[in-house]
């Protein structure tokens, strides 16, 4: 895959505002769903009136969750503008836009002052960042030390990924550029982070993959305008990361660290 760091950025940032991902993924855009961010969330810690960053927050559902479960302000981060202008109506709806805001800005350089925030989640999108090593500093950067972070991603052996998974579209779609769980950890490390624990969460991965898959065989039989003619190579995508997952060289994990 050759693709131009700029190139595999827009296409995320498009990739996940479209219609298309909502019909085939939902409100979410990661395995596990609104239950599985509960579950990171509690890892972060309740601290009332603290902010939380929420990087990629894609359209804000799980920025809108944190203020609900945690009860304290968000700032969610996002490449894509109508990703961030739809999340901020749908804070205004929930009546949370008082606690929660967005901001278009790049992971791999945030938007955000140094050392200012308590908490930090990133879900299911450090594997479409080009710049890995840069995302890590600046999640590390802004990080008051001792705060928490939850990083959740999708992990991969990526020396043992057929070649359907190794395309622009496989990147876009979290696969091309997943690391194995031990290169993230170290990545973290390096970015003056301290790892306390980590979890796998491969089963949210493959009911993920079955639900993409039951919308891609809708669309295949109703034919909505909606995924043009992606139908043949998202199941061909799914039927592959099917595979890689049974294989143990495909997985979601996730990863509790505190800032040195
Ligand atoms: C798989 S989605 C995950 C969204 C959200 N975290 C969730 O779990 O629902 C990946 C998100 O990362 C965003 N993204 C991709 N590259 C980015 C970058 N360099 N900086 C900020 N956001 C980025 C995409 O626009 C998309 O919303």
């Known amino acids: 895959m050759t693709a131009a760091p700029v190139e595999v950025k827009s296409c995320c940032a498009a990739a996940y505002s479209s219609a298309a991902a909502r019909f085939l993924l939902g409100d979410s855009f ?50 894509s503008p109508p990703s961030v202008a739809g999340a901020a109506e749908a804070a205004a709806e929930a009546g949370l836009s008082g606690r929660v805001r967005f901001l278009v800005g790049d992971a791999e350089a945030l938007p955000l002052a140094d050392c200012q925030h308590g908490r930090r989640l990133c879900e ?27 990083l959740a991603d999708i992990v991969a052996e990526p020396d043992r990924l057929p070649h359907e998974l190794r395309s622009l579209a496989a990147w876009v779609a979290c696969v091309a550029d997943a690391r194995p769980v031990t290169e993230l950890s170290g990545l973290l490390e390096r970015a003056g982070f301290v790892i306390e624990s980590v979890g796998r969460h491969d089963g949210a991965l493959a009911r993920l993959l079955d639900r993409v898959d039951a919308r891609l065989r809708t669309a295949a039989l109703v034919g909505p305008d909606v995924l043009g003619d992606g139908v043949d190579e998202g199941r061909e995508l799914v039927h592959a990361a099917r595979e890689a997952l049974s294989e143990g060289n495909l997985g979601y994990a996730s990863i509790l660290a505190r800032r040195a």
């Open 124 to 150: 299911c999108a450090l594997c479409t960042f080009p710049d890995k090593e840069a995302a890590a500093c600046e999640l590390a950067r802004v990080l008051r030390p001792g705060a928490r972070l939850v």
């Open 30 to 79: 990661h395995p596990g769903g609104s239950q599985l961010t509960s579950k990171l969330i509690r890892q972060l810690g309740a601290e009332s009136g603290s902010t939380v960053v929420d990087v990629a927050s894609g359209l804000g559902t799980s920025a809108r969750q944190l203020a609900r479960e945690l009860g304290c302000h968000v700032v969610g981060v996002e490449l």
